[in-house]
Every structure is written in C-alpha cells, then in structure tokens.
C-alpha cells in the first residue's frame, strides 16, 4: 500500500509540475496569442511579460490578520512535508510480513521471524545477545543481525553455525530459494563486520 501512495503522490506532483511548467512556457512564448486561444478571464498569464500572480492579486490580503499566518503555514507545510517525504523514502524499512514459499495467501510477521531467529541465535555458543532486523523486498527479503558476543567466543565458529543453522532453518521455514545476511559482531572493545 505505501509503493501505490508513493506512486500516487510523485505522479500527481509530476503532472502538476508538467502543467505549471507548460503554461509557463506557452505564455513566455506567448503561444496563445499566436495561435489564437481564448484563455479564461481568470488566466493572467496572456503575455511573455506578464506574471501568475499580478500586483493587486499579491497585496489584496495583506491588511487581513489571518494573511501572514496563513502565507508562514503554507510555506512551512512545503518544506517541512517534501523533506519528511524524502527522509521517509531514503530509511530502511522493517518488512511486516512475509510470504511463506511465496505463496501470498500465507504469511508470516516478520515480527515474529526476527524474534525466532533471535533466540536460535543468542542459544549458540558463545552469543550473549542478539539483534535481528528483516529488511529488503516481500519476495527479496535480507536480514540484519548484529551480535553481542562472550569473550570465549569464536566469531568464526559462530558465524558458521549462525549461517548453517539459524539463517538456514528460516530460509527453509519461510520457503525462500536465498536469505541472504549481513552480521555484525560486537565484543567488549570493538566490532566486526562479516558478511554470509
């Protein structure tokens, strides 16, 4: 549903910036005299020098009280919601669900994936805590998993392990054909990151 809203509102904005654009473009070459197009009297773009908004358009509510907090609010609403717009599209989403062997009928939340793999992670050797992040596409899913290891462990072997019997019990659970990961360990003093 997002993806459809998405694609709604950059094409509403699109056409509203190909329209605007275009008479701004018809009148600057002052295409309607030319070809003979009545406009609406409304229309105050007629000739290459006129402007959209003409003087007394612009000055008419200015001794109105409401006028200057209605012209700060407007202004404010289009920086402030383009930019949480293009910060909502450039954060990594959580997935919510997932389909179960891609059959979209059955799914699973990936809530409760993440929680599972988890625990099967943090019940090996050596992993004092772990963090499990679904992300990616529906029908591409990837997962983050950092880890909290105990000074005793062995990264390698965990990693092995991690790989072969907590990722790979999920990607079979989830009849996916690939889970890929991406693991970050983490220790007392420093980090490290791995890929499997």
Do not use: C, Y
């Not at 018809?26 to 402007?51: F, H, K, M």
């Not at 609403?77 to 919510?96: D, E, N």
């Not at 009849?175 to 983490?186: D, I, K, N, S």
């Amino acid at each position: 549903m997002p993806r459809i809203a998405n694609r709604l509102l950059i094409g509403l904005i699109g056409l509203a910036l190909v329209g605007f654009g275009l008479a701004a473009l018809a009148a600057a070459l002052d295409l309607p005299q030319r070809w003979g197009i009545g406009l609406p009297s409304w229309w105050s773009w007629r000739e290459p020098g006129d402007v959209p908004l003409t003087r007394a358009d612009r000055t008419q509510w200015r001794d109105e009280s409401w006028w200057w907090p209605a012209v700060l609010g407007t202004l404010s609403l289009l920086v402030v919601l383009p930019l949480w717009w293009l910060l909502a599209q450039t954060r990594r989403k959580r997935l919510s669900e997932l389909p179960v062997g891609g059959d979209a009928a059955v799914q699973v939340r990936g809530s409760a994936l993440e929680e599972v793999l988890a625990a099967e992670a943090e019940a090996l050797p050596g992993v004092d805590r772990a963090r499990v992040t679904l992300v990616g596409r529906r029908h591409q899913p990837r997962l983050r998993i950092g880890l909290l290891l105990t000074p005793q462990a062995d990264p390698a072997r965990t990693l092995v392990r991690l790989r072969e019997e907590t990722i790979e019990h999920a990607r079979r659970s989830a009849g996916l054909a690939a889970l890929p990961a991406e693991v970050r360990f983490a220790s007392a003093g420093h980090a490290t990151e791995r890929l499997s």
